[in-house]
Protein backbone atom coordinates (compact mmCIF):
# COMPACT_ATOMS: atom_id res chain seq x y z
CA UNK A 1 0.00 0.00 0.00
CA UNK A 2 1.51 3.48 -0.77
CA UNK A 3 1.57 6.07 1.66
CA UNK A 4 0.23 9.16 2.37
CA UNK A 5 1.81 12.09 0.11
CA UNK A 6 1.79 15.35 1.73
CA UNK A 7 2.75 17.77 -0.39
CA UNK A 8 3.95 21.21 1.54
CA UNK A 9 5.51 24.43 0.94
CA UNK A 10 8.27 26.08 3.47
CA UNK A 11 7.42 25.31 7.16
CA UNK A 12 8.71 28.85 7.98
CA UNK A 13 5.80 30.48 5.86
CA UNK A 14 3.08 27.86 4.81
CA UNK A 15 0.17 28.64 6.85
CA UNK A 16 -1.85 26.69 4.59
CA UNK A 17 0.26 24.40 4.69
CA UNK A 18 0.24 23.73 8.45
CA UNK A 19 -3.32 23.22 8.87
CA UNK A 20 -3.67 19.60 7.29
CA UNK A 21 -0.25 18.89 8.55
CA UNK A 22 -1.42 19.06 11.74
CA UNK A 23 -4.83 17.17 11.15
CA UNK A 24 -2.97 14.27 10.20
CA UNK A 25 -0.36 14.28 13.15
CA UNK A 26 -3.76 14.20 15.66
CA UNK A 27 -5.19 12.16 13.03
CA UNK A 28 -2.73 9.63 13.91
CA UNK A 29 -2.68 8.85 9.67
CA UNK A 30 0.87 7.87 8.72
CA UNK A 31 2.03 10.18 5.62
CA UNK A 32 5.10 10.75 4.29
CA UNK A 33 5.94 14.88 3.29
CA UNK A 34 7.62 16.33 0.51
CA UNK A 35 8.69 20.12 0.89
CA UNK A 36 8.30 22.29 -2.37
CA UNK A 37 10.08 25.69 -1.83
CA UNK A 38 8.29 28.63 -2.40
CA UNK A 39 9.15 31.43 -4.71
CA UNK A 40 11.89 29.37 -6.80
CA UNK A 41 12.69 29.52 -10.33
CA UNK A 42 11.19 25.66 -10.40
CA UNK A 43 8.47 26.35 -7.69
CA UNK A 44 5.14 26.23 -10.52
CA UNK A 45 6.80 23.39 -12.63
CA UNK A 46 6.94 21.68 -9.10
CA UNK A 47 3.39 22.78 -7.91
CA UNK A 48 1.64 22.08 -10.94
CA UNK A 49 3.37 18.18 -11.36
CA UNK A 50 1.80 17.26 -7.96
CA UNK A 51 -1.08 19.62 -8.00
CA UNK A 52 -4.66 19.92 -10.18
CA UNK A 53 -4.89 23.09 -8.44
CA UNK A 54 -1.55 24.64 -9.27
CA UNK A 55 -1.06 25.05 -5.22
CA UNK A 56 0.23 23.40 -2.23
CA UNK A 57 -0.82 21.80 0.29
CA UNK A 58 -1.60 19.03 -1.79
CA UNK A 59 -2.71 15.25 -0.88
CA UNK A 60 -1.60 12.58 -2.50
CA UNK A 61 -3.71 9.19 -1.66
CA UNK A 62 -4.46 6.06 -3.08
CA UNK A 63 -7.19 7.13 -5.00
CA UNK A 64 -7.71 11.01 -4.90
CA UNK A 65 -5.41 14.14 -5.61
CA UNK A 66 -6.65 16.78 -3.11
CA UNK A 67 -5.14 20.35 -3.15
CA UNK A 68 -7.23 22.40 -0.73
CA UNK A 69 -6.57 22.54 2.58
CA UNK A 70 -9.62 22.35 4.16
CA UNK A 71 -10.54 19.63 1.72
CA UNK A 72 -7.71 17.78 2.58
CA UNK A 73 -9.05 18.01 6.01
CA UNK A 74 -12.64 16.88 5.51
CA UNK A 75 -10.77 13.90 3.32
CA UNK A 76 -9.08 13.05 7.14
CA UNK A 77 -12.40 13.52 8.87
CA UNK A 78 -13.65 10.87 6.69
CA UNK A 79 -11.37 8.44 8.12
CA UNK A 80 -10.97 9.87 11.31
CA UNK A 81 -14.24 11.49 12.32
CA UNK A 82 -12.89 12.83 15.86
CA UNK A 83 -11.17 15.88 14.41
CA UNK A 84 -14.17 17.38 14.35
CA UNK A 85 -16.62 18.06 17.53
CA UNK A 86 -19.06 15.12 18.42
CA UNK A 87 -21.33 17.11 19.52
CA UNK A 88 -23.75 18.39 16.55
CA UNK A 89 -24.04 21.90 17.92
CA UNK A 90 -20.27 22.38 18.37
CA UNK A 91 -19.49 20.49 15.20
CA UNK A 92 -21.52 22.80 13.19
CA UNK A 93 -20.06 25.51 15.30
CA UNK A 94 -16.27 24.27 14.07
CA UNK A 95 -17.33 23.68 10.32
CA UNK A 96 -18.87 27.69 9.99
CA UNK A 97 -15.31 29.05 12.22
CA UNK A 98 -13.18 27.23 10.04
CA UNK A 99 -15.05 28.20 6.69
CA UNK A 100 -15.32 31.63 7.58
CA UNK A 101 -11.16 31.55 8.27
CA UNK A 102 -10.62 29.79 4.98
CA UNK A 103 -12.56 32.73 2.95
CA UNK A 104 -11.60 36.21 5.34
CA UNK A 105 -9.53 37.93 6.82
CA UNK A 106 -7.14 38.99 4.11
CA UNK A 107 -6.21 42.18 5.67
CA UNK A 108 -4.46 39.97 8.73
CA UNK A 109 -3.10 37.32 6.29
CA UNK A 110 -1.77 40.35 4.05
CA UNK A 111 0.04 42.77 6.70
CA UNK A 112 1.46 39.87 9.07
CA UNK A 113 2.45 36.96 6.80
CA UNK A 114 3.22 33.90 8.55
CA UNK A 115 6.98 33.88 9.17
CA UNK A 116 7.93 31.41 12.37
CA UNK A 117 11.49 32.13 12.75
CA UNK A 118 10.38 36.24 13.10
CA UNK A 119 11.44 37.98 16.15
CA UNK A 120 8.13 39.32 17.85
CA UNK A 121 7.94 42.90 17.05
CA UNK A 122 4.89 45.29 16.46
CA UNK A 123 4.16 46.90 13.08
CA UNK A 124 1.37 49.39 11.95
CA UNK A 125 -1.84 48.13 11.39
CA UNK A 126 -4.35 49.55 9.45
CA UNK A 127 -7.93 49.69 10.03
CA UNK A 128 -8.81 46.58 8.05
CA UNK A 129 -6.04 44.31 9.88
CA UNK A 130 -7.36 45.96 13.48
CA UNK A 131 -10.82 44.76 12.46
CA UNK A 132 -10.30 41.53 11.71
CA UNK A 133 -7.97 40.84 14.60
CA UNK A 134 -11.26 42.06 16.61
CA UNK A 135 -13.19 39.97 14.49
CA UNK A 136 -11.24 36.87 15.00
CA UNK A 137 -11.39 37.28 19.15
CA UNK A 138 -15.28 37.91 18.57
CA UNK A 139 -16.02 35.11 16.80
CA UNK A 140 -13.43 32.75 19.44
CA UNK A 141 -15.55 33.96 22.51
CA UNK A 142 -18.75 33.48 20.16
CA UNK A 143 -18.42 29.94 19.12
CA UNK A 144 -16.12 28.36 22.23
CA UNK A 145 -17.76 25.47 23.83
CA UNK A 146 -16.70 22.44 25.91
CA UNK A 147 -14.56 21.71 28.15
CA UNK A 148 -11.18 22.21 28.04
CA UNK A 149 -8.16 24.33 26.62
CA UNK A 150 -9.49 24.26 22.77
CA UNK A 151 -11.86 25.91 20.97
CA UNK A 152 -14.77 23.03 20.76
CA UNK A 153 -13.11 21.30 23.99
CA UNK A 154 -10.69 18.58 22.75
CA UNK A 155 -8.92 19.95 19.80
CA UNK A 156 -10.58 19.50 16.43
CA UNK A 157 -9.96 21.25 12.93
CA UNK A 158 -10.95 24.63 13.39
CA UNK A 159 -7.61 24.50 16.13
CA UNK A 160 -5.56 24.01 13.05
CA UNK A 161 -7.08 26.48 11.29
CA UNK A 162 -6.58 29.03 13.98
CA UNK A 163 -2.81 27.88 15.11
CA UNK A 164 -1.40 30.00 12.08
CA UNK A 165 -3.43 32.95 13.04
CA UNK A 166 -1.83 32.27 16.65
CA UNK A 167 1.41 32.47 15.35
CA UNK A 168 0.57 35.96 13.48
CA UNK A 169 -0.49 37.51 16.29
CA UNK A 170 2.87 36.10 18.66
CA UNK A 171 4.99 37.10 15.52
CA UNK A 172 3.90 41.07 15.10
CA UNK A 173 3.17 41.95 19.05
CA UNK A 174 -0.32 42.07 19.04
CA UNK A 175 -2.20 43.07 22.20
CA UNK A 176 -4.99 40.15 22.13
CA UNK A 177 -7.75 39.77 25.07
CA UNK A 178 -7.04 37.92 27.99
CA UNK A 179 -9.37 34.60 26.51
CA UNK A 180 -7.77 35.11 23.45
CA UNK A 181 -4.51 35.02 24.20
CA UNK A 182 -4.90 32.13 26.67
CA UNK A 183 -6.38 30.04 23.68
CA UNK A 184 -3.69 31.39 21.74
CA UNK A 185 -0.67 30.35 23.77
CA UNK A 186 -2.16 27.08 24.19
CA UNK A 187 -2.00 26.49 20.69
CA UNK A 188 1.29 27.61 20.50
CA UNK A 189 2.18 25.27 23.34
CA UNK A 190 1.11 21.59 21.14
CA UNK A 191 3.83 19.42 20.29
CA UNK A 192 3.14 18.73 16.96
CA UNK A 193 2.86 22.23 15.75
CA UNK A 194 6.37 22.98 17.56
CA UNK A 195 7.69 19.54 15.67
CA UNK A 196 7.05 21.88 12.54
CA UNK A 197 8.53 25.11 14.26
CA UNK A 198 11.56 23.68 14.90
CA UNK A 199 11.88 22.21 11.03
CA UNK A 200 11.31 25.48 9.94
CA UNK A 201 13.89 27.21 12.03
CA UNK A 202 16.25 24.42 10.32
CA UNK A 203 14.85 26.09 6.85
CA UNK A 204 17.50 28.09 5.39
CA UNK A 205 15.24 29.73 2.39
CA UNK A 206 14.02 33.25 2.96
CA UNK A 207 11.77 35.63 1.78
CA UNK A 208 12.44 38.55 0.21
CA UNK A 209 9.93 40.26 3.08
CA UNK A 210 12.20 39.38 5.49
CA UNK A 211 14.30 42.30 7.67
Given at each position: ????????????????????????????????????????????????????????????????????????????????????????????????????????FFALINT??????????????????????????????????????????????????????????????IQLHPAA???????????????????????????????
Amino acid sequence: MKPLLLHIGNKRYSSWSLRPWLVLRKAGLAFEEIMIPLDTEMTRTQINDVSVGGTVPALHTQKAQIWDSLAICEWVAEQVPEVWPADETARARARSAVAYMHASFFALINTCPMDLCREPEAIKLDDATRNDIATMQAMWQQVQCGDGPYLFGRWSIADAFFTPVAARFHSYDIQLHPAAQNYCDTLLADSDFLAWKADAARETFRYSFDS
